[in-house]
Structure formats: structure tokens, C-alpha cells
């Protein structure tokens, strides 16, 4: 089945850094990367996603970027704000080879910002 | 509107009891789905099910037992509760289960077994 690294677990950075967040996923069929922010005490949330067809989206501050070839997936957060800290999960997805959809999610990093 | 909804959203018992938890989505989605978020915020997914039948059943005890009564609600009941069992439980919907859409939450509800 697909496997999901994501480092690092902990990314501590100050206000207006950059924070860079990584991926891997095993399985070359994968064709869909979603990124899902968890605050704390609430559900996790969609915040961007990519298909396997686009290298790279962006979304005012934050972008993902994907690379087919080596098997990896990136997400960038710009301006880092307070409001940005939480838990980010990446997460891959095929839609192809039975009935087995389903999200593999990376464990997660939790991204604090300090003002 | 809530669009998945989950009762209770907390939840304290005895080990050794048993226990149900209710979630619902209003957004007409085929696909549901159980999570467990343990205490290092792992998400592991549990069950699925599309269109009331299920199609993941991942390696979880057969203590737990998932029902979908109708397309809109999945129930997860779980018998002889155990101190491992304490953690936060998500269920989620996506339209259906082979598709590109985003995936909602519910709230989560927290477990906690003594």
C-alpha cells in the first residue's frame, strides 16, 4: 500500500520566515496531493491540494509544489503569520486499482510561529 | 450549517463498557469515513463506506463495529473499551470515493477511557 514520510515534525520559525514542509509517497500511481491544517482542539481543514498533472499551485501565501520523478511534494508557506501555527498533514490519493480510495496521510508537522 | 456533524463531542467511560459514536453529513456525499487521532496526532483511518456498504476495513479489533443506517450516517459502536481506545475520532465524507474532491470533518469526538 502507499506509505507517506513528512518532515519535519516540528518546524519552529519566526514571524515573516518562509516555512518549507516535505513529502514523500511510495506508490508512482498516487495522482492527488491535498494539505490539511489542524488547529489545535479543532478538525483538520483543506488548504490546498494538487493534481499529479500540475507541478506546482499557489494560493496567496502558500504554494505546493510536486515532483512525479522523484516522488515528492513540498508545501510553502510565505509571510509566516501567528495565525499560521497548527499541525499540517500532507496526503496522497489514487483514483485508480480497485475500490481501496483512501487518503494516506503523512503524521504531520506541527509549524509554530513566534511573533 | 454544519456540514459533518458528530455526537457526542466528548465522551468519558469505564473501561470494559460500550459505547457509540453518531456522525452525519448534510452535503450528499457518497463516501464516509472513520479516523482515530491518537495523542501523536496521527490520523489512521478505520472504515469506509460508500453508499451504505463498506469498502475499507482497515486492521482495527473487531470490537469496533461501524453501521450505516443510510448514506448520510455513519455510526461507529465499540464494545469492551479499552485504555488504548482513548484518543479523538473523526469521520469525514467526500462526494465519492474515487474522486478529487475535498474531504470534510467533523469535529472530532474525544474519547477518554479510564
Known amino acids: 500500500g502507499e506509505n507517506v514520510e513528512q518532515h519535519p515534525s516540528t518546524l519552529s520559525v519566526q514571524e515573516g520566515d518562509s516555512a518549507v514542509i516535505k513529502c514523500t509517497y511510495s506508490?508512482?500511481?498516487?495522482?492527488?496531493f491535498p494539505w490539511y491544517k489542524q488547529e489545535l482542539g479543532k478538525r483538520p481543514q483543506l488548504i490546498i491540494d494538487?493534481?499529479?498533472?500540475?507541478g506546482e499551485k499557489k494560493d496567496q501565501r502558500i504554494a505546493v509544489t510536486l515532483n512525479k520523478t522523484a516522488k515528492h511534494f513540498s508545501l510553502h508557506i510565505t509571510e509566516t503569520q501567528p495565525e499560521d501555527s497548527a499541525v499540517y498533514f500532507c496526503?496522497?490519493?489514487?483514483?485508480?486499482?480497485?475500490?481501496?480510495?483512501?487518503?494516506?496521510f503523512g503524521k504531520g508537522t506541527l509549524l509554530t510561529v513566534n511573533p | 450549517d454544519t456540514a459533518v456533524s458528530q455526537t457526542p463531542k466528548y465522551l468519558v467511560t469505564q473501561m470494559g463498557n460500550d459505547k457509540s459514536i453518531k456522525c452525519e453529513q448534510n452535503?450528499?456525499?457518497?463516501?464516509m469515513y472513520w479516523y482515530k487521532q491518537d495523542s501523536k496526532k496521527f490520523l489512521k483511518i478505520m472504515f469506509s463506506?460508500?453508499?451504505?456498504?463498506?469498502?475499507i476495513n482497515e486492521t482495527v479489533p473487531n470490537r469496533f463495529s461501524p453501521k450505516s443506517p443510510d448514506k448520510a450516517h455513519l455510526n461507529l459502536h465499540i464494545n469492551s473499551l479499552e485504555l488504548g481506545d482513548s484518543a479523538v475520532y473523526f469521520c469525514?465524507?467526500?462526494?465519492?470515493?474515487?474522486?478529487?474532491?475535498?474531504?470534510?470533518f467533523g469535529p472530532g469526538t474525544r474519547l477518554t477511557v479510564l
Open positions: 469525514a465524507s467526500r462526494p465519492t470515493a474515487h474522486s478529487y474532491n475535498e474531504q470534510f
Open positions: 506508490d508512482s500511481a498516487s495522482n492527488y
Open positions: 494538487i493534481r499529479s498533472n500540475v
Open positions: 496526503a496522497a490519493y489514487k483514483n485508480s486499482g480497485g475500490s481501496n480510495y483512501k487518503l494516506t
Open positions: 452535503l450528499g456525499h457518497d463516501t
Open positions: 463506506y460508500n453508499n451504505k456498504e463498506l469498502i
